[in-house]
């Protein structure tokens, strides 16, 4: 079983910064893929960024290339979100997400390829 608890959302002026972070429990934690999608009101859940624990690059959605940039410290059992340059698009609630079985590896923007999710953490970009 995989808790996921985010924190640091808040409200921020276009072209600032924040960073997100999902802090998971359970032992296996360290070994998951884990995804950070956002929610926009009215519009679906879309995936942002996605990390496994060892070995290949990260994935992002084009939206974000470039301004943010997903990590990971398994010492803290942790994954983090760093956003730069936010945009009022970016506006949402983000979602921490964990990949227990592996589905993400062939679908990894698809959100129902994690089985694990966190209450998430709402993100205002003020213009």
């Known amino acids: 079983q995989v808790q996921l608890v985010e924190s640091g959302g808040g409200l921020v002026q276009a072209g600032g910064s924040l960073r997100l972070s999902c802090v998971a429990s359970?032992?296996?934690?360290?070994?998951?893929?884990m995804g950070w999608f956002r929610q926009a009101p009215g519009k679906e859940r879309e995936f942002v960024a996605r990390?496994?624990?060892?070995?290949?690059?990260?994935n992002y959605a084009d939206s974000v290339k470039g301004r943010f940039t997903i990590s990971r410290d398994s010492a803290r059992n942790a994954v983090y979100l760093h956003m730069n340059s936010l945009k009022p698009e970016d506006t949402a609630v983000y979602y921490c997400?964990?990949?227990?079985?592996?589905?993400?590896?062939?679908?990894?923007?698809?959100?129902?390829?994690?089985?694990?999710w966190g209450q998430g953490t709402q993100v205002t970009v003020s213009s």
């Open positions: 990390i496994i624990w060892s070995g290949g690059s990260p």
């Open positions: 359970g032992r296996a934690f360290s070994t998951y893929p």
């Open positions: 997400a964990a990949d227990s079985k592996g589905h993400s590896i062939l679908a990894p923007t698809t959100s129902s390829s994690y089985d694990y």
